[in-house]
Structures are given as structure tokens and as C-alpha cells.
């Protein structure tokens, strides 16, 4: 099983609104990160978790607060939002990396709307 | 960081080798370029990764060049399911972070 599964698909809020975001992966894999991509932009960094520790945080508001409550699961929990935090919200993991190469796994993304 | 450079958009004809460049100049000596493709809104989909040696797989051949400023992912045989957004990335050393560069855009022509 290669999959990492992210839970909503879509979803709408508004500024006032708290909301959560889930991802999902049952391949070992002690990396998980999320990634925010706005219409044709590249994927950008917000947060690495490594062994359910958060290792970085790339200056992130703290609207976004990221939780890793066990090895499988990563969540992005959403207060507060901005229009302009309406984008494309990635998840993906990996094996602990290190100084080794390992590839990180995708998942399809949770298409947020803030009204 | 290393960052990458690659030209925002190409055209392939079907079965044609299709041949993305991509410029890391400053990368660092354990620095591994990894190619990653894209296609509209789904998740990125890794394709090939290498550090000095050029690589090759079912997908894709990836070529670095010997001073490791530059590299080439190569598509055989391109079809028009290899329409995406390719993007070059270069994996900070001994880290877990992946910063994407811009990409290009194939778009493969019947």
C-alpha cells in the first residue's frame, strides 16, 4: 500500500470557522508534511513532522496548527482563515530520511475555500 | 537552500523522447535532485531521483551532468498521459525538506 489518503476532498469555510484537515498513511513511514499550492504555483513547505515530532515549521501563521497524533496520522487544524488561504492543501510522507534519499508519497490534496 | 531553474513551459509529439532541463547551480555535494511530475490539481507523483550518477527506471532516465549544475529528465517515449507540470527538486541535505521550483509545463501533442 503506497497511498496517502487526505479527508476532506473539498471543503468550504468561512473566516470564523475552526475546520481540520486529515491525513492518512499505513506504509511505516515516520515523515509527514504539508504543503500549500495556490493555482499554478508550486507546492510550498508550512510543516514537517518526524517521528510525531514537529522538526519544522516554515514560518506558518498560527491559524494553521498542525497535530500528529500517531505514526499514521497527520491533521491541520484550521482557525480563523483568510480568503487568501484558499488553496490546495497537500499531504504527503516518507521514510525517515536522514542523509539517505527517500521519495515522498502524495496524496490527492483537500481543495480549501475560505468565504 | 539550492534552488532550481527550468524553462515554464515545452511540447513533445507523442512517442517522441521528451527531454526537460533543469539548472541547480548552487546545489551542494549531498544534495540529491529528485523529479517529481504533476498533473491538474491531483498530487505530485514522484518519478526519478539521483545524487551524482544518472539513474533510470521505468518512467524515466534522469542525467546529471559531472559538475552536478545541471540535469536532464528524459521520457522515452512520451504519450499523452505524460501531460503535466514537471518539477526539478532539490532534497536539502541531511533533511526532510523539499522545496519545488517552478516547473514546466509539457504538453504532449498528438
Known amino acids: 500500500d503506497t497511498e496517502v489518503t487526505q479527508t476532506p476532498k473539498h471543503l468550504v469555510m468561512g473566516m470564523t470557522n475552526k475546520k481540520s484537515l486529515k491525513c492518512e498513511q499505513h506504509m511505516g513511514h515516520r515523515a509527514m508534511y504539508w504543503y500549500k499550492q495556490k493555482a499554478k504555483k508550486p507546492p510550498e513547505l508550512m510543516f514537517v513532522?518526524?517521528?510525531?515530532?514537529?522538526?519544522i515549521n516554515e514560518s506558518v501563521p498560527s491559524r494553521f496548527s498542525p497535530e500528529c497524533p500517531n505514526s499514521s496520522l497527520l491533521n491541520l487544524h484550521l482557525h480563523a482563515l483568510q480568503p487568501e488561504d484558499s488553496a490546495l492543501y497537500l499531504c504527503?510522507?516518507?521514510?525517515?530520511?536522514?542523509?539517505?534519499?527517500?521519495?515522498?508519497?502524495f496524496g490527492p490534496g483537500t481543495r480549501l475555500t475560505v468565504t | 537552500d539550492a534552488k532550481t531553474t527550468q524553462p515554464p513551459s515545452m511540447d513533445c509529439a507523442e512517442g517522441r523522447a521528451a527531454n526537460l532541463p533543469c539548472n541547480h547551480s548552487?546545489?551542494?555535494?549531498?544534495?540529491?535532485v529528485y523529479w517529481y511530475r504533476q498533473i491538474h490539481s491531483q498530487g505530485p507523483q514522484y518519478i526519478i531521483h539521483g545524487l551524482k550518477n544518472n539513474e533510470t527506471n521505468e518512467m524515466a532516465s534522469l542525467i546529471i551532468t559531472e559538475d552536478r549544475k545541471s540535469s536532464t529528465l528524459i521520457l522515452p517515449h512520451a504519450t499523452l498521459r505524460d501531460t503535466a507540470v514537471y518539477y526539478c527538486?532539490?532534497?536539502?541535505?541531511?533533511?526532510?525538506?523539499?522545496?519545488f521550483g517552478t516547473g514546466t509545463s509539457l504538453t504532449v501533442i498528438p
Open positions: 548552487t546545489i551542494s555535494g549531498n544534495e540529491y
Open positions: 513532522y518526524s517521528y510525531e515530532k514537529l522538526s
Open positions: 504527503a510522507s516518507s521514510q525517515e530520511s536522514g542523509v539517505n534519499s527517500y521519495e515522498q508519497y
Open positions: 527538486i532539490v532534497r536539502v541535505e541531511a533533511g526532510n525538506q523539499f522545496y
